[in-house]
Every structure is written in structure tokens, then in C-alpha cells.
């Protein structure tokens, strides 16, 4: 099979392999990939941003499906010919955050989906509705459930509620759909107008261009008649997180999720303490959440928007696609048809 891996560089470039098609052992899956796609931290890898924790010559990309192929003994979650995907953490099943689900992530600290095949412990697979395609299913495990765990931090997301999301990437875009599924409200900031253009045609009421609006926080304010709104998905990290705080009521959640413009940001703890926020970080989430997403995604036939799809052998566009910072939604990978 032909697999992608990292180099064995300090900070790893992409080398294309051939090899063996892997057996699954007891518990394990066997997938016949179809479709990967790209998220924040696969580029932030290659430029040595994402710390020390990946597996040396692994194969990338925690998020693809595929199809069932072989399945080891005492496999009882799925069966050959079944559409599937996978929970980014194998074993966070549910509940919060374990030091050990965290440190075992596809794509990082084991093989991921950049590869003709994969093998993938049961605990992990989740089946794909039959209105999703592999391509959209593909885009799931990080990005859309880390957007639904963001919206469901300290409280359940509720009808009614304002949300803020940040940017057209693929978490931001997936905070969007969900909260227009629980009937919430949308308030979005973005580089360019022509962006906010595709945010409103999503259904957010109203967006804030925080390249020509630095004080975007105010803008916030008075969408939401200086209340603040009731969860905001903080994407950026640095530049973003003393506005975010100051966007959100009180009482509100601050879900820390990205660092796109890096990884400081200094929000004073007054800032949390006056506002009694709910500041916490996001971890992705454990498969029920994704099963949690992927009933309410069929029940309204949501579909993940896919900025381009890239056939396998240009796999090194689609990272270039990626780190452009142009694109919207996500970026998706055919690896087989
Ligand atoms: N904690 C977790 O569990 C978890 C899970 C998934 C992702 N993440 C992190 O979340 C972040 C986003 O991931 P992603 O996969 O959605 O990335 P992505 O698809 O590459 O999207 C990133 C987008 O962020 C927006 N952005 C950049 N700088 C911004 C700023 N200063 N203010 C507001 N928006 C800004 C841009 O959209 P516009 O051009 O429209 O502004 C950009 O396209 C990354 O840092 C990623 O590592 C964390």
C-alpha cells in the first residue's frame, strides 16, 4: 500500500512509502482509506510548533474513512463493508479528559489516516449515515468535534443562546453549523469580506472583519446590547483571547481551543473573576460526543463544507492549500475512490 510518513528530521518533512498492507490483531480494524483531511496542527507539525509528541516516521492526518476491510478476534463494534470513521483519542469512550487519552491521538502518537490502509482499535470506530459522504465524514473526528465539545463545556449549548466563532476554518465553521442546529444565535469574526460573505449565506447574523475592526470585541458588545454573548469558541489564542473574554456575559463559557496567531495572549485574571467566566481548554472529545454529533448531523442532514479536494498523489498541495490561510472549511484528501 502506499503510505505517507514523516521524515525523521528534527522538524519532519512528507515521504511516500510502499509497504505492506498491515493485519488487524485481536480488537483491531482494518480500513480500506477513502478520504483523509488536514487540520491546524498537521501543518503545525511540519513547522516543529506542535511539541515533541509525534510518533518518529508516523503516518500524519488524525482525521479520514474509510471502508471495513478485515477485523482482528473479538471484534464486536463493526464488521467488513461497514462506512466508518474514527475518533481522533481511541479510547476516550466519555467523560472529560484523562492524561491518557491525550496521549494517544491518531495521526500523532500512532499511524494515521494518510495511507492507503489503516488499523484503528475498535473503541474508536464510529459508523458513517448513510446521507455522508466518505469526503465529508473524513472531516469530522478533530475539527467538528472539537466544536461541539466547545459549545458543550460547563453547560449544554441551548436554543436561543449567541455564540461567537472566529475565523472560516474547519472548527469555526463547524461551531457555526452545530449552534444553527440547536437554534443559537451567531455572531462571527473573519480576515476579509468576502469571507464574511460565506459566514452569512451559513446563517451567523452578523459578522465583524477583525482585520479593518481591531476593536472587534466592542462591535460584539453592541450586537448583543452590551450582554456579551453566551459562548465563544476562541480560535487564535494570542491575539484573540482578552476580546474573547471581554465578548462573552457574564457567567458565560470562553472555550480555549486554537492558537492560530500563537500561543501567549496574557488575559488578566481579573478579566475571568469580574465576568465569572468558565474559561477552559478543549481536548477534541471522546466518541460519544462524536456519536452525539453525528445523530444530530443526520437528523438535520448537515454537510461539513469542503474548501477542495486533492487526489492523494498531491498531498503536499493540499498541506500548501492549508497553510495559505485562504481557504474555507476544510481540506480534504482522496485517497482512494
Ligand atoms: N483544542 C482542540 O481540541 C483543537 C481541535 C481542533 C483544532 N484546534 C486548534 O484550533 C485552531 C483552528 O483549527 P482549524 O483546524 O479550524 O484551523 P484552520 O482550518 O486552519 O482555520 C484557521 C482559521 O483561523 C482563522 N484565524 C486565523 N487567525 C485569526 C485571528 N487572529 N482571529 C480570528 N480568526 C483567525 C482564519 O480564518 P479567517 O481568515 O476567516 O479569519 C483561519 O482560516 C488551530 O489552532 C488548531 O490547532 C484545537
Known sequence: MKAVRWTSDATPGLELHEEPVPSPAAREVLIRVHAAALNFRDQAILEGKYGGH?????????????????????????????????????????????????????????????????????????SIPDYMSYQQ???????????????????????????????????????????????????????????????????????????????WDKAILELTEGRGVDKTVDIAGETTIVKSAASTR????????????????????????????????????????????????KQHEVKPVIDRVFSFAEYAQAYQRLASGDHIGKVVIEVSG
Not at 69 to 88: I, P, Q, W
Not at 160 to 168: A, E, K, N, R
Not at 256 to 275: A, Q, Y
Open 54 to 126: 509525534t510518533q518518529p516516521n508516523g503516518v500524519p492526518l488524525s482525521d479520514g474513512a474509510g471502508e471495513v476491510v478485515a477485523v482482528g478476534n473479538c471484534v464486536t463494534r463493526t464488521k467488513v463493508g461497514d462506512r466508518v470513521t474514527a475518533n481522533c483519542h481511541p479510547h476516550w469512550l466519555s467523560g472529560p479528559p484523562l492524561p491518557e487519552y491525550q496521549l494517544d491521538s491518531l495521526g500523532m502518537t500512532s499511524d494515521g489516516w494518510l495511507a492507503e490502509y489503516i488499523l484503528i482499535h475498535e473503541n474508536a470506530i464510529v
Open 250 to 297: 457574564i457567567g458565560g463559557d470562553v472555550a480555549l481551543v486554537g492558537f492560530t496567531s500563537g500561543f501567549g495572549g496574557g488575559l488578566p485574571p481579573i478579566d475571568v473573576l469580574f465576568r465569572s467566566l468558565t474559561v477552559a481548554g478543549t481536548a477534541i472529545g471522546s466518541r460519544s460526543n462524536f456519536e452525539a454529533l453525528m445523530r444530530a448531523m
Open 137 to 215: 465524514a473524513a472531516t469530522l473526528p478533530c475539527a467538528a468535534v472539537t466544536a461541539w465539545t466547545a459549545l458543550n463545556l460547563s453547560s449544554p449549548l441551548q436554543p436561543g443562546q449567541t455564540v461567537l466563532v472566529q475565523g472560516t476554518g474547519g472548527v469555526a465553521l463547524f461551531a457555526l453549523q452545530v449552534a444553527r442546529m440547536f437554534g443559537a444565535r451567531v455572531l462571527a469574526i473573519t480576515s476579509s469580506d468576502a469571507k464574511a460573505e460565506t459566514l452569512k449565506e451559513m446563517g451567523a447574523e452578523a459578522v465583524v472583519n477583525y482585520r479593518t475592526t481591531p476593536l
